[in-house]
């Protein structure tokens, strides 16, 4: 052992720094591998190998250079939480909306809770704040926020030993963290004797009357007011909400173009949001159940035509000129959300395009689109880095709030989260692409981060024990346990009682306000229904940019 050692201490810097990342990147993913019944640390297995790796370097005499490690550290963050920004940018604002509101002003009020929990443990148990918000962040299982407390203290000007308090506080709240959740749904479920039979029922039947998926509808013309007219003299069609996607005539299935020639009794297959399609259908006629869909026994087809062609990104539907190649563009699918394919419709890389037309003229468009689905498994890496650069340069910029006596930062957890968000929704700016496959965006997400929690466990590894045994950790446990209860059963409670939230659908919510993956799979085990998902996917966002923000407005407001 003593051989090994000085082996070791014989090491570059740079090589002794990488063998003790290496060794707790593989330690902690197979210890976060390791779960009962669907429960286990997950990615939180990396930092307490972290931390066991920096024990036993520290009582071997082993040290890291501190500023190789801060840069794996930040560098770390930056690339988890910029993929994040890229992952969860093009769906963002859409969960803000409709039903998406009721869930995401849930998910929101148990990160507030969350914070004046914690708010009030400080003035009343005087529990330190560096310590204090990364027990907030622990007992919500927010690995981000961890990291915007740690930039928001050194911000400030804190001291090494300051900023290693969030990293223990942490670890000691992390445990209980992904317990509680669970407990707490197991304890709104027993308080209102849910069913879940009942609740998949009830969610299945507010999804058929609500719109998951872009509806349609055939309608009959019988008003004989458009007796001769054009399709495109019709109101409210094509740029208004609603696309004509096949047009009957008789027996004969054809492609409609704006100047065709209406007569009593077609029969117009129609696409668009459902209250635009019930107002078409109380214009136009009658809704009719005719099959429209099929295609067979007609010279037309539908296609899926994915846009990679740079050449398209920006520009609107109704520039490629496609009703002079007979076809039209039905449905429009982006980020897992079906668009109407109005012709101001600007177009971004990835959309999936439902074509409609002869098979000719479809395969004599798909080089305006590109077509390319191989381009859909390339990582855009030249704009990853164009990203960061923007995110690191707004993260540093001092924003004056009104009350707050110190400018707050976005920091370099913050600010690469909103660019990425920014671009994703934008989805190019000049050269540069903002699409990320899952797959490259998965694995960039798990580098960083494994590369974040390594290096907080490997610094705050030397004072872990001692924190836990003799110096405040049990006590930390419990404030740690506090936050993530309080806030879960009060919000829980009231969702269910007042505003009368499906269970599946609020597990889901419970399990996204804490961004914890782990709770939405024991949320997913009571039922096969995606309620839970849907839940958790549609809080997602927000949460995540609460949660960088609020341990940084914490440090603000309580230790300037």
């Not at 998910?107 to 708010?119: I, M, P, Q, Y």
């Not at 969610?203 to 009959?220: T, Y």
């Not at 110096?471 to 969702?495: D, K, Q, R, S």
């Amino acid at each position: 052992m003593n051989a090994l050692v000085a082996f070791l201490q014989g090491l570059p810097a740079v090589a002794l720094a990488s063998i003790a990342l290496g060794v707790a990147g593989s330690l902690g993913l197979w210890l976060g591998g390791l779960n009962w019944r669907g429960i286990g640390l997950g990615i939180g297995g990396v930092l307490f190998a972290g931390i066991f790796v920096g024990h036993v370097a520290g009582a071997a005499g082993l040290h890291f250079d501190a500023e190789m490690m801060e840069f794996v550290r930040e560098f770390g963050l930056i690339l988890f939480v910029f993929t994040i920004g890229i992952q969860v940018g093009p769906g963002f604002f859409s969960t803000l909306q409709k039903s998406g509101l009721q869930l995401n002003i849930i998910a929101a009020s148990v990160v507030l809770l969350g914070v004046l929990t914690a708010a009030a443990l400080h003035f009343v148990a005087g529990v330190p704040v560096p310590a204090l918000v990364g027990v907030m962040s622990g007992a919500v299982t927010n690995t981000p926020g961890l990291g915007a407390a740690t930039q928001a203290l050194k911000d400030i000007g804190a001291d090494p030993a300051t900023v290693a308090l969030p990293g223990l506080g942490y670890a000691v709240a992390y445990p209980f963290g992904i317990v509680g959740i669970l407990i707490s749904m197991l304890v709104v479920r027993a308080v209102f004797r849910v069913k879940i039979e009942a609740e998949e029922e009830a969610f299945e039947q507010s999804r058929r009357r609500g719109a998951g998926a872009l509806p349609a509808m055939n309608v009959a013309l019988r008003n004989p007011n458009f007796e001769g007219l054009s399709l495109g003299e019709v109101p409210d069609l094509y740029d208004a909400g609603v696309v004509v996607s096949r047009l009957r005539k008789g027996d004969q299935l054809l492609h409609p173009s704006r100047s065709m020639r209406l007569a009593l009794g077609d029969i117009l297959h129609l696409v668009g949001p459902a209250e635009k399609l019930h107002n078409m259908m109380l214009i136009l006629g009658e809704e009719v159940d005719v099959a429209l869909t099929t295609t067979k026994g007609t010279n037309l087809t539908w296609q899926r035509v994915v846009v990679t062609e740079k050449k398209a990104l920006g520009r609107h539907l109704r520039d490629f000129g496609l009703e002079g190649h007979g076809v039209s563009v039905s449905r429009v699918m982006r980020a897992g959300t079906e668009l109407t394919a109005q012709g101001s419709l600007a177009l971004q890389f990835g959309d999936i395009l439902t074509v409609v037309g002869a098979q000719e003229d479809i395969a004599s468009i798909k080089t305006l689109f590109g077509d390319r689905n191989a381009a859909l498994e390339q990582a855009q890496f030249s704009a990853v880095f164009f990203g960061i650069v923007l995110g690191v340069l707004v993260g540093s910029i001092p924003i004056l709030l009104p009350g707050l006596p110190a400018p707050l930062k976005l920091g370099l957890a913050g600010g690469p989260l909103v660019v990425a968000i920014a671009l994703s929704r934008l989805g190019f700016f000049g050269p540069f692409v903002f699409f990320m496959p899952p797959v490259a965006n998965h694995a960039l997400r798990e580098l960083g981060i494994i590369l974040f929690l390594a290096a907080v466990g490997l610094k705050a590894g030397g004072n872990f024990l001692e924190t836990l045994t003799r110096g405040e950790g049990f006590h930390w446990m419990g404030y740690g346990a506090l936050i993530t209860l309080i806030p879960l059963l009060t919000v829980g409670i009231v969702a269910r009682a007042v505003w009368k939230v499906n269970y599946l659908s609020l597990a889901g919510v419970m399990a996204g306000s804490m961004t914890d993956p782990p709770a939405l799979a024991f949320a997913n085990a009571m039922s096969g229904s995606s309620a839970q998902s849907i839940g958790y996917a549609s809080v997602y966002p927000l949460v995540m940019c609460l949660r960088i923000l609020a341990p940084q407005l914490l440090v603000l407001l309580l230790m300037s």
